[in-house]
Every structure is written in structure tokens, then in C-alpha cells.
């Protein structure tokens, strides 16, 4: 599994937290439920083959999304179901060697998460460990959907270039004479409207492996769980 640290709102966090602790309760219920109706079966046998169908009936729940006690499982669930409502679920070919990076992706930005600049982004973090296949196919489903806007941004900042500010302080920043440093940023080519325009059209096409897992915790939080009424191993009902 991969581990990492998802950035986030602290009131998502919360409610993606009050979700899942109210999944484990449900879970716990069932297995209790499921290990008393095994436990008064009249031999050892019976009880010992009865505690056997109970783990094989957990895990065959959890793996259909019917039984999520633990936060990972019910982060799991929400993103499979994220990925599919978006069209992220297909075959995608492997991300080519060397073409993932750790940090901002082109085309993001604090304002496209509705923060001011300066103002310190997210407020909370939050583990999240997927399974390998998951993981995979998140970090597959980002690459080959941004892909091909990520290099028409490249390319629209080859042409344009940044904005003067920032011209200036990577020119200070290699040490030339402040003077000159503004004489070139005042100087560069400047994007017009237009340019500008298509800028934002490209940056609203970008998704990040970060956004999916926001949206799968914004899911889950919005779904909590009801008790499952559902038949025992063994053919025993819940009480």
C-alpha cells in the first residue's frame, strides 16, 4: 500500500472522521452479532467451522463495500466510486518513468482551491493509505487525463512566460543589479486578455491525485452508514 498525507479542510476531515467511526461501530455490531450466533452452535466443530465463515464473510463484505471499518477502507470505497462518477475507472497504460513529480503540478494553484495567496492553503492533513491496484490506477487516471493540458500550458508559459513580478525576482534572485532586474521584467513580453483567458481554460482542466482524494472524503463524509440486516454465517439471523 502507498502511504501519504492529504492536505484538506479541517471541517472535511471532521465529518470524513465522524463517517468513519460510525462505519466501524456498524462493522463491529455485525461481527459481534455474526461471533454470538457462532458461539451457541452446539459443538466445537460447529463453532470452530462458524468462527471460520465469519472472517471469510468480513473480508468478502469489505471487499464489496458493505462493511468498511476502518478509515482506509471507507477512503477506498469513496474514491472507486469517485473515479468511476468522473470516468477515471478505464485500462490506462503505465505512467512513463521519471514523468511523476512531488510537488504542485502546472496548472494549480491555491486561487483554484479558493484560497488566497499567502494565506497557508489547507488547514489539516490527514494519513491515507490505498491499496497498490488503487493507487495505481489514481496515479494513472491523473497523468493520461491532465497530460496533454499540461504540455499546452508549458507551452503557453514558453510563449508568455511569467508575470513581471515574478521576472523580476527570479532575475534579482540570480544576482542582477536590481535596476537592470526591472528593466527586463518591465521589458518581457506580457500575456494580453485573450492569452490570459486560455491560461485559466487550461488551468480549469487540471486535476491533481489530491482533488480525487478530496472528493472521495467530501463522498464518504456526506454518506454515513446504516445497519445492515443481513443473514449470519451458518444461516443464523441477526438478533
Known amino acids: 500500500m502507498g502511504l501519504t498525507v492529504l492536505a484538506l479542510e479541517p471541517e472535511d476531515r471532521a465529518g470524513f472522521i465522524e463517517a468513519a467511526n460510525r462505519h466501524q461501530a456498524v462493522e463491529r455490531r455485525w461481527v459481534a452479532k455474526a461471533r454470538k ?25 469489505r471487499a464489496a463495500g458493505e462493511l468498511l471499518g476502518t478509515r482506509d477502507l471507507v477512503l477506498a470505497s469513496a474514491l472507486r466510486r469517485v473515479l468511476t462518477a468522473r470516468g477515471l475507472a478505464g485500462d490506462y497504460k503505465p505512467v512513463p518513468p521519471g514523468t511523476t513529480s512531488r510537488g ?6 491555491d486561487r483554484k482551491h479558493g484560497h488566497v495567496r499567502g494565506s497557508g492553503g489547507y488547514q489539516a492533513d490527514m494519513r491515507v493509505e490505498l491499496p497498490d491496484a ?11 487525463h491532465t497530460w496533454e493540458v499540461i ?16 521576472r523580476f525576482r527570479q532575475a534579482a534572485a540570480k544576482g542582477v543589479p536590481a535596476a537592470l532586474a526591472m528593466l527586463a521584467a518591465a521589458m518581457a513580453p506580457r500575456a494580453d486578455r485573450a492569452a490570459l483567458e486560455e491560461r485559466e481554460r487550461l488551468r480549469a482542466q487540471i486535476i491533481t491525485t489530491g482533488d480525487l482524494l478530496r472528493a472521495a472524503v467530501k463522498l464518504a463524509a456526506a454518506e454515513l ?10 444461516g443464523a439471523q441477526a438478533g
Not at 450466533?37 to 463484505?61: G, I, K
Not at 488503487?134 to 493520461?144: D, G, K, N, S
Not at 452508514?225 to 451458518?234: H, K
Open 37 to 61: 450466533a457462532a458461539d451457541e452452535l452446539p459443538t466445537r466443530t460447529e463453532r470452530a467451522e462458524a468462527r471460520r465463515e465469519v472472517r471469510a464473510e468480513l473480508d468478502s463484505r
Open 104 to 109: 504542485r503540478p502546472i496548472g494549480d494553484s
Open 134 to 144: 488503487l493507487e495505481e490506477q489514481l496515479r494513472r487516471a491523473v497523468y493520461w
Open 151 to 166: 504540455e499546452q500550458l508549458r507551452r503557453w508559459a514558453d510563449k508568455w512566460g511569467e508575470c513581471p513580478e515574478i
Open 225 to 234: 452508514p446504516e445497519e445492515l440486516p443481513l443473514d449470519l454465517p451458518g
